[in-house]
């Protein structure tokens, strides 16, 4: 952890202490804008932390603020934070994670009803207590049940945002070891789920026990739940910044190491890779053409009892996964679609969509509305990515708390737009978009002569995402048809663990966004994924084009692209079906034909 990301995370929690505790709003902005300046700030704070006059130079960081760094920085600790820390419970902040409940409101359910945990909050909806605070009515404790029991049915499974770097810290820790000769992620998470039960890790060694000790060393290693010679199993601590700010409730994660012989590395790759369905219905092919096949290899039958490997015969294949599927007459299924829905039909491994195909970021804010990153950032990240196309998509007016642009602020943007253009000539094409608010009955929250002069427009569902299905189903249908959008961005708005959001017929907005040749999002933020997996499944079938984007907000959320196209796999989504995917000439052929 850097002494950046320990100041974010110690003045965020700050600013919502003091929020929680009614403090005057003054202080609570000062720490808040303070957390917003850091994370746009793109160099780290070591270098200048001594220096109170270079951290003050920082915009948003005044004295105050420049003291609380230092002091972390000299004692590891804000003072500050801690006396706070004494008077608000910790596990009110846990009240403060239930979508539809904000600091004003957690504050007077403490207050008044001395609500301080999750089970608290609980109690006062079952005895009723809740209704007497002010603006609290039926509808809103139903939405507030509702979310609980949510987040309850789904809490335990960590997304994949938190789980993936973790995992490849781990196997990074791992590799120190001069006795690993081989180690990468299995499971769930190597097929690229959106959330994981715990996670595999894979080791070829010939020195199972010194590994084992070096696993057992880890760092962040809470307990181990079991120990031995080919498999270690141990519950490891999930940090608190963990996948930016902490938006699981997940604080443990178990997870599994195998250990194997080199030799073997393939058939216990695919093995431990699963899924449990592909390689039950992989071993019926195997046992079908006279094998046997396990995690130690693939085996000709022979008469005689017991296990093959253990009988002295030698596998036929195992050192690799492609020789084993070759030898069984298979194509070299991609992780991402071994889960036993349709896969072994195939006579080919299909050419599924890599990060390296996505060419153009479509979704993107910047400091305008509620994004991190200046108009030059937000451009030169995305050289940097190499991308040929960016669209500027800051958020529409009605999006209040994201600071939507009115029209005339939209206008003046266009201007810096221009500019910007001038200035990064020859490096990147830069579209004037928006991120147009779809409102509650279908319409859009800008006029269609505004929406016609933009470049690109991307129509996303923000409130009402409680509406029942028929409803929500004609509310898109009207975006997806709406001849000035190009992309249906997040259409369930749902968030993972947190928000079911809608539930729309997709195979009617399907029909719909082939028919009008608009693209629906594969968001890539690993806290939505949205659409999600069995989603683009049907919409790829169905002939929909897509768009994954990053719905950039800060420069780290380009990183979350991978999460985007490991959804776009599991829907086994190809590169020519993804408009990101396609060359400079097409894209705009693609964009500007909703602009005759
Ligand atoms: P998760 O952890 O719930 O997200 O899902 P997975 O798929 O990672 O499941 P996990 O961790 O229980 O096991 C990892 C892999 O090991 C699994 O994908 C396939 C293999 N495996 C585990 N148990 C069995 C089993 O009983 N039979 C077979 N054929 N494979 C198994
Ligand atoms: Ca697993
Ligand atoms: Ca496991
Ligand atoms: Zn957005």
């Given at each position: 952890?850097?002494?950046?990301?320990?100041?974010?995370?110690?003045?965020?929690?700050?600013a919502?202490?003091?929020e929680?505790?009614?403090?005057?709003?003054f202080r609570?902005?000062?720490?808040?804008r303070?957390?917003?300046?850091l994370e746009?700030f793109?160099?780290?704070l070591?270098?200048?932390a001594d220096?109170?006059?270079?951290?003050?130079?920082?915009p948003?960081?005044?004295a105050?603020?420049a003291?609380k760094?230092?002091?972390?920085?000299?004692?590891?600790?804000?003072?500050?934070?801690?006396?706070?820390?004494?008077?608000?419970?910790?596990t009110l902040?846990?009240v403060?994670?239930?979508?539809?409940?904000g600091p004003?409101?957690?504050?007077?359910?403490w207050?008044?009803?001395?609500?301080?945990?999750?089970?608290?909050?609980?109690?006062?909806?079952?005895?009723?207590?809740?209704?007497?605070?002010?603006?609290?009515?039926?509808?809103?404790?139903?939405?507030?049940?509702?979310?609980?029991?949510?987040?309850?049915?789904?809490?335990e499974?960590?997304?994949?945002g938190?789980?993936?770097?973790?995992?490849?810290l781990?196997?990074?820790?791992?590799?120190?070891?001069?006795?690993?000769?081989?180690?990468?992620?299995?499971?769930s998470?190597r097929?690229?789920?959106?959330?994981?039960?715990?996670?595999?890790?894979?080791?070829?060694?010939?020195?199972?026990?010194a590994?084992?000790?070096?696993?057992?060393?880890?760092?962040?290693l809470?307990e181990?739940?079991?120990?031995?010679?080919?498999?270690?199993s141990a519950?490891?601590?999930?940090?608190?910044?963990?996948?930016?700010?902490?938006?699981?409730t997940?604080?443990?994660i178990q997870?599994?190491?195998?250990i194997?012989?080199?030799?073997?590395?393939?058939?216990?790759?695919l093995?431990?890779?699963?899924?449990?369905?592909?390689?039950?219905?992989?071993r019926?092919?195997?046992?079908?053409?006279g094998?046997?096949?396990?995690?130690?290899?693939?085996?000709?039958?022979?008469?005689?009892?017991?296990?093959?490997q253990?009988?002295?015969?030698?596998?036929?294949?195992?050192a690799?996964?492609?020789?084993?599927?070759a030898?069984?007459?298979?194509?070299?299924?991609?992780p991402e679609?071994?889960?036993?829905m349709?896969e072994?039909d195939?006579t080919?491994?299909?050419?599924?969509?890599?990060?390296?195909d996505?060419?153009?970021?479509?979704?993107?804010?910047?400091?305008a509305?509620?994004?991190?990153?200046?108009?030059?950032?937000?451009?030169?990240?995305?050289i940097?990515?190499?991308f040929?196309?960016?669209?500027v998509?800051?958020?529409?007016?009605s999006?209040?708390?994201?600071?939507?642009?009115?029209?005339?602020?939209?206008?003046?943007q266009?201007?810096?737009?221009?500019?910007?253009r001038?200035?990064?000539?020859?490096?990147?094409?830069?579209?004037?978009?928006?991120e147009?608010?779809?409102?509650t009955?279908?319409?859009?929250?800008y006029?269609?002569?505004?929406?016609?002069?933009?470049?690109l427009v991307v129509?996303s569902?923000?409130?009402?995402?409680?509406?029942?299905p028929?409803?929500?189903?004609?509310?898109?249908?009207n975006a997806i048809?709406?001849p000035?959008?190009?992309?249906?961005?997040h259409?369930?708005?749902r968030l993972?663990?947190?928000?079911?959001g809608?539930?729309?017929?997709?195979?009617?907005?399907v029909a719909a966004?082939?028919?009008?040749?608009?693209?629906?999002?594969?968001?890539a933020?690993?806290?939505?994924?949205?659409?999600r997996?069995?989603?683009?499944?049907?919409?790829?079938?169905g002939g929909?084009?897509?768009a994954?984007?990053c719905?950039?907000?800060?420069?780290?959320?380009?990183?979350?692209?991978?999460?985007?196209?490991?959804?776009?796999?599991r829907g086994?989504?190809?590169?020519?079906?993804?408009?990101?995917?396609?060359?400079?000439?097409d894209l705009?052929?693609?964009?500007?034909?909703?602009r005759v």
């Amino acid at each position: 952890m850097t002494l950046k990301s320990d100041s974010i995370r110690s003045l965020s929690h700050i600013a919502t202490m003091l929020e929680l505790l009614g403090e005057d709003a003054f202080r609570v902005n000062a720490n808040a804008r303070a957390v917003r300046s850091l994370e746009a700030f793109p160099d780290e704070l070591e270098p200048i932390a001594d220096d109170q006059k270079q951290l003050t130079a920082i915009p948003g960081i005044g004295a105050k603020i420049a003291q609380k760094i230092i002091e972390l920085h000299t004692s590891g600790r804000i003072s500050e934070e801690d006396e706070l820390a004494r008077k608000v419970p910790q596990t009110l902040l846990e009240v403060l994670e239930v979508p539809g409940l904000g600091p004003k409101t957690v504050r007077l359910m403490w207050e008044q009803q001395q609500v301080e945990s999750i089970d608290d909050l609980r109690r006062i909806i079952a005895d009723g207590s809740i209704l007497t605070l002010p603006r609290m009515g039926q509808k809103s404790v139903d939405k507030i049940t509702a979310a609980l029991a949510f987040m309850e049915t789904s809490s335990e499974r960590l997304p994949i945002g938190i789980a993936q770097p973790l995992a490849e810290l781990l196997i990074e820790y791992l590799r120190q070891s001069p006795e690993i000769i081989k180690a990468e992620f299995a499971g769930s998470l190597r097929r690229g789920q959106e959330t994981v039960g715990d996670i595999d890790i894979l080791v070829a060694t010939s020195n199972p026990a010194a590994v084992t000790k070096h696993f057992l060393a880890a760092p962040n290693l809470e307990e181990v739940l079991a120990s031995g010679d080919t498999k270690s199993s141990a519950r490891f601590a999930v940090p608190e910044s963990a996948g930016g700010k902490r938006k699981t409730t997940a604080r443990a994660i178990q997870i599994d190491l195998r250990i194997v012989e080199q030799d073997a590395w393939g058939a216990a790759l695919l093995y431990f890779t699963g899924s449990k369905e592909h390689g039950v219905h992989l071993r019926t092919v195997a046992r079908k053409q006279g094998f046997t096949l396990n995690e130690y290899g693939l085996f000709k039958d022979e008469p005689g009892e017991g296990p093959p490997q253990s009988r002295g015969i030698a596998p036929i294949a195992h050192a690799t996964e492609a020789e084993i599927y070759a030898q069984l007459d298979q194509p070299a299924f991609p992780p991402e679609i071994r889960e036993d829905m349709g896969e072994f039909d195939l006579t080919e491994a299909p050419r599924l969509i890599e990060v390296a195909d996505i060419k153009a970021e479509l979704h993107a804010h910047t400091r305008a509305s509620d994004g991190r990153l200046s108009l030059h950032q937000l451009i030169e990240h995305a050289i940097s990515r190499g991308f040929h196309t960016l669209a500027v998509t800051d958020h529409s007016r009605s999006s209040v708390q994201a600071n939507g642009l009115s029209i005339e602020r939209l206008q003046e943007q266009r201007q810096h737009i221009e500019d910007a253009r001038e200035q990064f000539e020859g490096q990147i094409t830069i579209l004037h978009g928006c991120e147009v608010d779809i409102l509650t009955d279908g319409s859009l929250d800008y006029d269609d002569e505004t929406l016609h002069w933009l470049d690109l427009v991307v129509a996303s569902p923000h409130v009402a995402l409680t509406q029942d299905p028929k409803t929500a189903t004609k509310r898109l249908l009207n975006a997806i048809e709406h001849p000035c959008v190009h992309i249906l961005g997040h259409p369930t708005g749902r968030l993972i663990n947190r928000r079911e959001g809608l539930s729309p017929a997709i195979n009617e907005l399907v029909a719909a966004a082939v028919e009008h040749e608009t693209a629906l999002e594969i968001n890539a933020h690993w806290q939505r994924l949205d659409l999600r997996d069995t989603h683009v499944r049907a919409a790829a079938t169905g002939g929909a084009r897509f768009a994954i984007d990053c719905d950039v907000h800060h420069a780290a959320d380009f990183d979350n692209l991978r999460y985007g196209v490991a959804t776009g796999r599991r829907g086994w989504l190809e590169p020519a079906q993804c408009v990101n995917a396609l060359g400079h000439k097409d894209l705009h052929g693609w964009i500007k034909s909703k602009r005759v």
